[in-house]
């Protein structure tokens, strides 16, 4: 094949895909498959930074051409597929630093086993998230190092940190290595986190306020530029984005400035600019990007990972939104689905989503098949509402 053939069948594969990065994103997850032969979905989509179901998509295509084959093993590059990259290019090696997973840090958990084993005892009492609400847990090691990355970049001297939304419990990490004066605030909706929160400072002699909140909502005033620090996993959404780190603001003195640490998502890239557009504009400046560096226990969709990012407060921040948001904020808000659900035993169809008796599958399972109690359930099929 000739360069011409090959771009050529990489915009019918682009029209097919409909990816936002383009023929090059194309190229770029061959490419991904050519220096990780027979990997998994999961750890080629961690790799090109693409959720699992594109990912997924563009392997299918790759592999109708003959480009790339499934094997037992994981996808592997055939010999066409070989020679179209010869074709693009002649150099593809990685110099990623193994130990650190190219984020520039070497964190030695075997030294933190015992906080490790302290920590776990309560980020298992969690139950399943709430994924009306985007939970997906972080596991406990990401809990934990997010705490050592930030007493990497010297802020464990802040002395008060504010974690919006808390549902991976990094408030327990913090208090545990933050100075025994530092004040930690939790601001959650889910009032599961509030009784954990109570164990662990009963039994760990912590001192973590949980403040009820729903984030729709603002800021109470007297919490209102009280802090140096804060840390947020926001819904999965710009909108979410945009009001979580705008209540982080208004968290922070804003005569001092303070910092931000944020954990989301890769999205495509126009969505990925109007976030900075959007951060830039609130007064945040990006000092530290590290890729994969939150791992999650759900997301299976976002291939498990987070970026990790570390923002610089400025102290004339000012938020997008410092009033009440009514918008769309979560996923399934801006892309409503119904799901169909078989029962294994009776064979009944039930409906989950918006509007429906259960709104999760989670739900469903805890509860059981509404006629014969059965927790298991096989998907048939999903309609978009909107």
Not at 89 to 118: A, H, T, W
Request: neutral net charge.
């Amino acid at each position: 094949m000739d360069r011409d053939s090959i771009f050529t069948t990489l915009s019918q594969l682009e029209n097919n895909v409909r990816l936002h990065e383009g023929i090059y994103g194309i190229i770029k997850f061959l490419a991904v498959i050519d220096r990780y032969p027979n990997s998994s979905m999961i750890d080629l989509s961690k790799e090109a930074g693409f959720p699992i179901p594109i990912c997924v998509a563009i392997r299918n295509e790759l592999a109708k051409i003959g480009w790339c084959s499934r094997e037992s093993g994981g996808t592997e590059i055939t010999e066409l597929g070989t020679e179209v990259l010869s074709k693009l290019g002649k150099f593809n090696e990685s110099f990623s630093c193994i130990d650190c997973n190219g984020s520039g840090l070497k964190l030695p958990l075997e030294n933190y086993k015992d906080s490790l084993i302290q920590i776990r005892k309560f980020t298992d009492m969690r139950g399943p998230p709430n994924t009306v609400i985007d939970q997906s847990f972080a596991t406990t090691e990401t809990s934990l190092v997010r705490v050592l990355t930030m007493g990497d970049n010297y802020d464990l001297f802040h002395g008060s940190y504010a974690l919006i939304g808390d549902s991976d419990l990094t408030c327990i990490p913090l208090a545990l290595f933050s100075n025994s004066k530092s004040r930690v605030v939790v601001f959650d909706i889910d009032t599961r986190i509030r009784d954990i929160i109570d164990c662990a400072n009963k039994e760990l002699k912590l001192n973590i306020e949980f403040v009820e909140h729903d984030l729709r909502k603002n800021i109470p005033e007297e919490y209102k530029n009280q802090f140096g620090c804060f840390v947020t996993d926001p819904p999965y959404t710009i909108n979410g984005l945009n009001l979580f780190i705008s209540r982080g603001i208004q968290l922070i003195n804003d005569t001092q400035g303070g910092v931000g640490y944020l954990s989301f998502g890769s999205k495509p890239p126009q969505d990925q600019l109007q976030i900075q557009k959007n951060l830039s504009k609130m007064g945040c400046l990006f000092t530290h990007i590290l890729p994969r560096f939150n791992e999650y226990v759900g997301a299976q969709k976002l291939g498990g990972v987070s970026t990790f990012y570390r923002l610089q407060i400025l102290s004339d921040a000012e938020p997008l939104i410092c009033t009440d948001y009514e918008g769309i904020l979560y996923t399934g808000e801006r892309n409503p689905t119904i799901r169909a659900y078989q029962c294994k035993n009776c064979k009944i169809m039930i409906e989950v989503g918006q509007g429906n008796n259960f709104v999760t599958i989670e739900q469903l399972k805890e509860v059981g098949c509404p006629k014969c109690n059965s927790h298991i359930f096989h998907k048939k099929g999903e309609r978009k509402t909107k």
